[in-house]
């Protein structure tokens, strides 16, 4: 059910590529790897899109796992564009930055629209476990039980 947290994968390279600029000036050959790093991983999970098709039939709120990793790649992507003048890179930034942002509002109107619907109903009964001053066994294991189901 949580296959979108897959995205979070790429997202480690995505930003080490954009702290690494950021700490030594420039996009050089340690930012390039962990970009292209980050690249090869969003390929590979994009390429198989039957991996999130049974995810995707229902609302969840795990579909918030997809707006943070693709705007870190963007941001990564716009960083390479900066430094690399091609159409290629240029190409690429514009099109993950287009994409990050149509996710981010698609995911927002989601989840407005299911707002009763992101977490599953729990009734979480307390009041069938006994007093939490005496804790012994039978009560730990009640609240156990209560917790879990």
């Known amino acids: 059910m949580l296959r ?6 790429f997202v480690s390279p995505s930003m080490a590529s954009l702290a690494w600029n950021s700490i030594c000036g420039k996009f050089d050959t340690g930012s390039k790897m962990f970009f292209f790093l980050s690249i090869f991983l969003f390929i590979c999970l994009v390429s198989r899109p039957l991996l999130f098709k049974k995810s995707m039939t229902n609302f969840s709120v795990a579909w918030r796992a997809y707006s943070f990793p693709l705007t870190a790649l963007a941001l990564a992507s716009t960083q390479y564009a900066l430094e690399v003048d091609g159409v290629m890179a240029h190409a690429t930034m514009l099109l993950l930055s287009t994409l ?13 629209l299911n707002i009763r619907m992101p977490l599953p ?5 307390l009041a069938s476990v006994s007093s939490f001053a005496v804790f012994d066994e039978c009560s730990f294991m009640n609240l156990v039980g209560v917790l879990i189901t």
Do not use: K
Not at 4 to 9: E, G, H, K, S
């Open 4 to 9: 979108p947290v897959f995205f979070l994968f």
């Open 121 to 125: 109903d729990q009734n979480l009964d």
């Open 100 to 112: 990050s942002v149509l996710v981010s509002p698609i995911l927002i109107i989601f989840t407005a």
